[in-house]
């Protein structure tokens, strides 16, 4: 079965850098497109990042040059490295996985973004940022 393991959060200070982890595992992790979404507090969880199964990336508009999404998958891991962090960036960060990478235990609609959809998550990582 998919399992998605977030790890690297913490808590920094405005202008900080953390790079955070996803360790998926129970699925061909390297076919299929992995996300980086976050929830801050009292706010809806969004899309941040993208790692499509060819091998191209995507960040939102207001976070590019600030985070960076990468992907080895010998080490079956993404990585969302962010910098310059914000006390807005505060929140807990998930990783989640396309729900094509194991159809049979996902039936649902999933969650769209950046033209996929994810139904597969981690648990999350959280991430403080004080000014």
């Known amino acids: 079965q998919v399992q998605l393991v977030e790890s690297g959060g913490g808590s920094v200070h405005t202008g900080g850098s953390l790079e955070l982890s996803c360790l998926g595992s129970?699925?061909?992790?390297?076919?299929?497109?992995m996300a980086w979404f976050r929830q801050a507090p009292g706010k809806e969880r969004e899309g941040i990042a993208i790692?499509?199964?060819?091998?191209?990336?995507s960040v939102v508009s207001p976070l590019e040059g600030r985070f960076t999404v990468s992907r080895v998958n010998a080490k079956n891991t993404i990585y969302l490295r962010m910098k310059n962090l914000k006390p807005e960036d505060t929140g807990m960060y998930y990783c989640a996985a396309d729900r094509e990478a194991d159809p049979e235990r996902f039936t649902g609609v999933g969650t769209s973004f950046g033209g996929r959809r994810f139904g597969f998550w981690g648990r999350g990582t959280q991430v403080s940022v004080s000014s």
């Open positions: 790692y499509y199964g060819g091998g191209t990336t």
């Open positions: 129970g699925y061909s992790f390297s076919t299929y497109s």
